[in-house]
């Protein structure tokens, strides 16, 4: 609405404007006409100029009188600019923000809508978790079809950075059915519309403290329930589609059998930050564990006692 008002003080003033040059424009070229000769009069250097009284007086006064308008309009104006500009920068930034959770909206929706198809595969816009067609290449070197279970991704930053999100969206999932979406990765996205997908996921995102209430209600603290909701499509082999191995078998995650964890972790409480943090690329954990990034952090989506119910469950394992 304001800018339609600017917009239309602007066109007043660019028509004020260029019908007063070419008010002024007619009115030199009919000065200019008069006879040859007539320049002995009218040449400015020949005209009489006004005298000291005239131009000490009335002439000076004039001139004042104008810096001092000059000065008043720059003493009231340029405040009131200063007041309104962190709220024209804060709708611009708005606007920017607006724009690209639009723009991810378009890059997201299913391809009968004209988007990527992450809709199609996550459980539409709002990305509530969904089923991908998948073949599989079985040991006998065989093909079957199966349905892999695609993740919801309105969590997906609480879990993972916006960073380690980036990395996904770039690279995919290797054997899954999620492809690599980034040029890097062989994809057909750029840089700028990776960012606005990830500004739609950012978007709708739900809060950690109701996801956290809701799970708390939902699976108390069960840690083989748990560890089937939050661990297994990672760390079970087969249970993305349906046929899972022992919890803990080993798939996109490493295998979490055989007295591994507990040389790992020798503390249970350093398994429990482990859990709560999740990792970081480069970053060493455990006694002999080397960071991908990949494994993400559960502190905005279990609580403590959630968390620990899980140390005690893959422990047992
Ligand atoms: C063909 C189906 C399919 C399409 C299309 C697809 N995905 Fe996926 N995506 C999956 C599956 C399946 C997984 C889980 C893979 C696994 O089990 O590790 C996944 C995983 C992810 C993850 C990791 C989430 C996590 O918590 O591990 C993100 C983020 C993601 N997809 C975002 C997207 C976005 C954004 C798009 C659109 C550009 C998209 N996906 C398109 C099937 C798909
Ligand atoms: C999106 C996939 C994914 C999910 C979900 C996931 N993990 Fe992981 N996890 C990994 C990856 C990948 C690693 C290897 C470390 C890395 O690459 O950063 C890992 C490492 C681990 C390790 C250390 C293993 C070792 O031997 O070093 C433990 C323990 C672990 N995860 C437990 C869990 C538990 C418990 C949950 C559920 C609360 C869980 N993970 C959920 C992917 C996942």
């Known amino acids: 609405m304001l800018a339609t008002t600017q917009q239309t003080v602007g066109i007043v003033i660019a028509v004020l404007l260029s019908v007063g040059w070419v008010v002024y424009l007619i009115a030199n070229y009919r000065r200019a006409r008069p ?22 007086g009335r002439k000076l006064e004039q001139a004042q009188l104008l810096g001092l308008v000059s000065l008043a309009v720059i003493a009231i104006a340029l405040p009131l600019y200063w007041l309104a500009e962190p709220g024209r920068q804060a709708s611009a930034e708005r606007g920017f923000e607006e724009r690209a959770i639009n723009e991810g909206a378009r890059l997201f929706a299913t391809t009968e809508a004209g988007g990527f198809d992450c809709a199609g595969c996550h459980g539409g816009m709002a990305a509530t978790g969904g089923v991908a067609p998948y073949v599989l290449t079985d040991p006998d070197g065989s093909l079957r079809q199966v349905d892999w279970a695609a993740p919801r991704l309105d969590t997906t930053l609480l879990i993972f950075s916006e960073d380690e999100v980036r990395d996904i969206l770039v690279y995919g999932r290797p ?20 960012d606005n997908l990830i500004a739609y996921m950012a978007s709708i995102t739900i809060s950690p403290e109701e996801y956290i209430a809701e799970n708390e209600e939902r699976y108390g603290t069960d840690g083989a329930e748990l560890f089937d909701a939050f661990c297994a499509r990672c760390h079970t082999t087969g249970w993305s589609y349906g046929e899972p191995d022992e919890p803990g078998s080993g798939g996109f995650g490493p295998r979490l059998l055989g007295g591994r964890i507990e040389q790992q972790f020798v503390d249970e409480e350093d398994m429990v930050d482990f859990l709560t943090e999740g990792t970081e ?5 455990g006694r002999f564990g080397m960071g991908s990034g990949r494994m993400p952090g559960f502190g905005q989506v279990l609580s403590e006692a959630q968390i620990e119910a899980i140390v005690d469950y893959v422990r047992g394992l």
């Open 175 to 194: 054997f899954s059915p999620m492809p690599a979406w980034g040029l890097e990765g062989g994809g057909p996205m750029n840089e700028q519309m990776i």
């Open 35 to 56: 006879e040859v000769g007539s320049e002995i009069e009218l040449a400015p250097n020949r005209k009489p100029y006004l005298d000291d009284e005239e131009l000490e």
């Open 281 to 285: 690329f480069g970053q060493q954990y």
